[in-house]
């Protein structure tokens, strides 16, 4: 897509007493229809602030920013706006060690053993690449009801990758490898470290050579907290109504499983490259994309979801591969409904500013529903 396609110009709509602030990029007119019919359902959303992307059989039918990157300065979300995405991460980190899998340099049944030696030896020798990817290593989760001394830490102290999984990542198991499901950021953070083992460079350098470059992702990489980043969205808490910065962060130690940023039309790009081989072949695609314990593949979930009611004559089902992602206030989702090569993009820096019903709906708009 050219930028020269993008032209913003604000538009005020007051719902009630809430302001809300649509950014419009025109979009490739494909269904003007189902346009019209996107555009009602986000005037019924105007908590919403953020961006959304809808792609219908591979063309960009709509692209709108809402709200404000920035609500101190009244900058305007728009197409070029840049989001912490998340867990969306987990699915380039898988990208990668599937690349390195398929060139060679790694075997998914290798263990954590084989390649950091720093690692505690009893439970480094029972989890594989395999476990790490498909979140049934058995490592516990880092979430802030279990752990708060972990964000606490991540608010105050700087910590290197390998000084994180010493510290964070080396608990005992909940269960034997490959028993059980259990999503946790851990697994991704040591696959980041030994991806950088493997290959001798930073993640994000890898990052950059291996899909970014490739894919033209111009505005998309690791978000480094102290470096200056153009078109950066600032991050933001609803507390009763009021808008509230949120805390900083150094999440150098989650890196490969949660702190990339991106835009939507980067994204788009990414979602493309899926559908071909230019970044790995068919045979390693399908390993990424097959679902195993509860329906999670490598950096996806993999699902058949219902969507309508039984009482109404719409109803369907389609198969969705999709991950949404949460970190220091963003919210993001990234759906594709690959059947008929949809795909469904959402990117907030308000916490909790994605809201399910949205993708739902837009689900149900995408079939004439």
């Not at 609803?238 to 910065?245: H, K, P, T, W």
């Amino acid at each position: 897509m050219s930028k020269k396609q993008i032209f913003p110009y604000p538009k005020l709509i007051v719902v009630g007493m809430v302001l809300l602030v649509v950014h419009f990029i025109p979009p490739f007119v494909h269904s003007q229809s189902k346009v019209a019919q996107i555009e009602k359902l986000m005037l019924s959303k105007p908590l919403f602030n953020g961006v959304i992307l809808v792609s219908e059989r591979g063309k960009v039918i709509f692209q709108r920013g809402y709200g404000f990157a920035n609500f101190e300065w009244k900058i305007p979300n728009t197409a070029n706006t840049k989001f912490k995405i998340g867990s969306i991460t987990k699915q380039f980190t898988a990208m990668l060690i599937l690349q390195l899998a398929e060139a060679g340099q790694i075997g998914l049944n290798d263990t954590i053993s084989e390649y950091l030696p720093y690692y505690r030896k009893d439970t480094g020798a029972q989890i594989t690449i395999h476990h790490l990817l498909s979140h049934t290593s058995g490592l516990p989760s880092l979430h802030r009801k279990d752990y708060p001394e972990f964000e606490i830490s991540l608010r105050h102290n700087h910590h290197n990758l390998r000084e994180g999984i010493q510290k964070f990542r080396s608990e005992d198991l909940r269960f034997e490898p490959g028993t059980a499901y259990h999503y946790t950021n851990s697994g991704y953070c040591i696959l980041g470290a030994i991806i950088e083992k493997v290959t001798g460079f930073r993640y994000h350098e890898v990052l950059r050579d291996k899909i970014l470059s490739p894919l033209k992702m111009v505005n998309t990489g690791v978000d480094h907290y102290q470096t200056i980043l153009p078109n950066r969205a600032s991050g933001y808490f609803r507390n009763e109504g009021e808008i509230e910065n949120a805390a900083s962060m150094d999440l150098t130690v989650i890196q490969a499983a949660g702190d990339m940023y991106s835009t939507i039309e980067d994204l788009y790009l990414w979602d493309q490259a899926l559908y071909s081989s230019r970044l790995l072949s068919k045979q390693f695609k399908e390993l990424m994309f097959q679902p195993y314990l509860n329906s999670y593949g490598y950096g996806w979930r993999i699902s058949t979801k219902y969507f309508g009611s039984p009482l109404l004559e719409n109803e369907f089902f389609t198969k969705v591969i999709e991950h949404s992602g949460r970190v220091n206030s963003f919210n993001s989702l990234l759906m594709r409904l690959v059947e008929e090569r949809h795909l469904i993009i959402i990117l907030s820096n308000v916490h909790n500013g994605v809201d399910d019903s949205i993708a739902y709906e837009l689900v149900k708009i995408l079939h004439g529903k």
